[in-house]
């Protein structure tokens, strides 16, 4: 886990140190277009850290939470993720339900606006659907598990005591 992004409404969504995961999604989250963002099966947003840095290396202006991903994960490996693959994140698992298409919102992310870099073909964001209620650390361990993920190494960082939310 490299960032925990939240906003009340918008981007960029801003760095916390640790938040309440529910079903209806993070504490503190809200989205302002609930048709396209949110809902059980939007609860939370997932970002990798390295496609990030990898558009920065671009010249794009982005950063983790600019392009409104609740999570920005580093060390999994992001091609063999795809619908209904499970992560666990700390106490947590999510399950992911869809790509995170891209939109208008997170244009500024982009020299030239081109916000569509981001798309499935190209870079993409995924979508899941949150199952307990929980708090998860900034620092904690994230690991992929399904059957379209067999044999994926994703463990990076052993995981400290949870802490409330603040």
């Not at 969504?13 to 995961?21: F, G, I, P």
């Not at 990076?156 to 409330?164: E, G, Q, V």
Request: glycine letters at 12%; hydrophobic letters at 40%.
């Amino acid at each position: 886990m490299h960032a925990i992004n939240v906003s009340d409404g918008g981007v960029p969504k801003l760095a916390r140190a640790s938040v309440a995961v529910r079903r209806s999604g993070i504490a503190g989250d809200r989205q302002r277009d609930l048709e396209y963002h949110g809902g059980p099966e939007r609860a939370v947003s997932l970002y990798p850290l390295e496609l990030i840095e990898a558009l920065r290396g671009e010249g794009h202006p982005i950063a983790p939470g600019t392009i409104g991903e609740n999570l920005t994960l580093a060390g999994l490996d992001w091609a063999a993720l795809r619908p209904g693959v499970r992560l666990e994140i700390g106490e947590v698992t999510v399950q992911l339900t869809a790509d995170a298409p891209p939109c208008t919102n997170i244009a500024g992310s982009f020299k030239g606006g081109i916000f569509k870099r981001v798309s499935q073909k190209a870079y993409p964001g995924w979508t899941c659907a949150s199952l307990p209620r929980i708090t998860v650390p900034a620092a904690s361990i994230t690991r992929a598990t399904g059957d379209s993920v067999t044999g994926c190494k994703c463990l990076f960082r052993s995981m400290p005591a949870l802490y409330p939310l603040r």
